[in-house]
């Protein structure tokens, strides 16, 4: 199993960047997939998740700013969030998550992270 996130970087506040997160080895399409970060000093905090179904979820502090989206074929099996309008506070490590249910059982994948850092 391979998550492979990018995009990351250092932006102005109000800025956008758009994180991408490329999954391999696991039935992708059948997956939950979601975004956490980790703050400087603080715990890891999840932003969003979208379902297989699609079905979409945000954490309050970023609705109306961040977008996230899968694509499931085969060939490019990615997962995006699209931030705008950044803040200072959304700076931290990002990290894509994939829960995939397999039978009875269910496993959690992460990928190794991208630092967004939000500044002057």
């Known amino acids: 199993v391979q998550l492979v996130e990018s995009g990351g970087g250092l932006v102005q506040p109000g800025g956008s960047l758009r994180l991408s997160c490329a999954a391999s080895g696991f039935t992708f399409s059948s997956s939950a997939m979601s975004w956490a970060r980790q703050a400087p000093g603080k715990g890891l905090e999840w932003v969003s998740g979208?379902?297989?179904?699609?079905?979409?979820?945000?954490v309050d502090s970023v609705k109306g700013r961040f977008t996230i989206s899968r694509d499931n074929a085969k060939s490019t099996a990615n997962l995006h969030l699209q931030m705008n309008s950044l803040k200072p506070e959304d700076t931290a490590v990002y990290y894509c998550?994939?829960?995939?249910?397999?039978?009875?059982?269910?496993?959690?994948?992460w990928g190794q992270g991208t630092q967004v850092t939000v500044g002057t």
């Open positions: 979208i379902y297989a179904s699609g079905t979409i979820y945000y």
């Open positions: 998550k994939a829960t995939e249910t397999l039978g009875r059982k269910t496993y959690d994948y």
